[in-house]
């Protein structure tokens, strides 16, 4: 047996141990329910702000796809 399988043996063993402890301890004090799933902090998603543009903003976004607009409608002549 290599030294790899003998730690894993070894590791196995020891797990067995410290769970009869624990079943023992856990009938001895009263076992806690384990955590539930829905224990851990949720995240909570927002949405991210809307930006708000003035009106003067607006204005000059429209007056430029305006002039989008209208070169495409000379072009397309």
Do not use: C, F
């Amino acid at each position: 047996m290599t030294a790899i399988e003998q730690l894993i043996n070894d590791l196995k063993v020891d797990r067995s141990k410290l769970e009869k402890a624990i079943d023992v301890l856990s009938q001895l004090y009263g076992s806690p329910s384990p955590p539930a799933v829905d224990n851990k902090p949720k995240l909570v998603v927002r949405e991210p702000a809307r930006r708000h543009l003035s009106p003067e903003a607006k204005a000059r976004i429209a007056a430029a796809q305006r002039k989008r607009w209208a070169k495409y409608r000379k072009e397309a002549k």
